[in-house]
């Protein structure tokens, strides 16, 4: 179903373009570019890591299937799913190598990626091709705004994926994590085609969701008692996924606070913005001592993606802590996509 202010949504919306501090960029300053350029020894490994891809092609499909993510055993992981996702790493790898280098070949890889699915993609018949849209097209967006200026790329049928594919899928208006990557998703694609009303809709999602998830100790309650099968909030292993499911929550958050940021809506001081920072607490506190998460004991002392906190990079900027600062320090960095200790840090 799509959600209900895109029924409303028309092409006299795409005016009023957004200025970022670094022009058509959604992610990077112009300071952020200029020290990643500075520090060869910090983005040596970056630009092997292109190096070896940079004649791997993106392997698209025209039609995204993927089964449900979630059986009532535990989950399902399909070739397609995987593609979709690293092909949109791969660009975004490609593309903040072409900031690096200004060597247009990464550029040209970045965009060749982003164009295979674009050209390629035309419709997504299940409910987690539905998800994994929201999910992994961000990056794919990232990417391209960094590349879409170099030697005369035609983004047009890129902007179809966003508007006319992507954006009536978003999950804006679900609950949980699902919604937060919706306003992920559709800032980027505001912030990319200059979408004024749409950005502001994102932002005003973004600020509802922090009232409505965070609760005052900093938790989120329909995050941490996160199960690793189809019943989603109870069985056996009950919360044993609660701890990675606060990071992909505040994963999505924390990016489309950055989108908004860059395009002159910042939301990191308003009130909601503190309930992030209390959220960023807790999640660095339980990060750095998970035996102190509430599902912790019940599951055997196990509990999965304790280290997925990348993103703790930027938040540490905005909200710096103790326990935030010890957890990256000790090299909490797993699910970086985005590369965010390398931008951040």
Known sequence: ????????????????????????????????MESLRAQPARTAALIHHCDKEIDIAASPVSTFAPPPHYTSDGVVETDASKRFASDGAMAWR??????????????????????????????????????????????????????????????????H????????????NRKNNHANWGVFLNSAIAAYTG???????SRDRWL?????????DGS?????????????????????????????????????????????????????????????????????????????DSNGGHLNGVRNAAYFALLQRIYPNDDGAQAINSGINAMNGLEWTLVFQ
Not at 161 to 172: E, N, V, W
């Open 208 to 216: 509802a969701l922090m009232d409505s998830e965070v609760a005052p």
């Open 94 to 159: 490609a593309a903040l190598c072409y900031v690096v280098t200004q060597n247009p070949r990464y550029a040209k890889h970045a965009q060749a990626i982003i164009a295979a699915w674009a050209d390629t993609l035309r419709e997504v018949k299940s409910e987690q091709g539905v998800s994994e849209i929201n999910f992994d097209l961000p990056q794919y967006i990232l990417a391209a705004s960094i590349v879409r200026g170099v030697e005369h790329w035609d983004d047009k049928s890129f902007r």
């Open 161 to 172: 994926l966003m508007t006319d594919i992507a954006l009536p899928l978003s999950h804006i």
């Open 220 to 296: 989120l309650p329909l995050e941490i008692c996160r199960s690793d099968t189809n019943d989603y909030c109870g069985g056996a292993r009950k919360g044993i996924n609660g701890l990675s499911y606060t990071h992909y929550t505040l994963l999505p958050t924390t990016a489309g606070a950055r989108i908004f940021d860059l395009a002159g809506r910042s939301v990191w001081q308003t009130p909601q913005g503190n309930k992030l920072a209390s959220a960023y607490r807790m999640a660095a506190a339980w990060t750095l001592r998970p035996e102190t998460f509430p599902y912790f």
């Open 1 to 32: 179903m799509k959600p209900i202010f895109l029924l409303t949504f028309t092409a006299s919306m795409l005016i009023s373009p957004i200025v970022s501090a670094s022009g058509s960029n959604l992610w990077l300053t112009d300071a952020d």
């Open 195 to 201: 979408n004024r009303s749409l950005l502001d809709h």
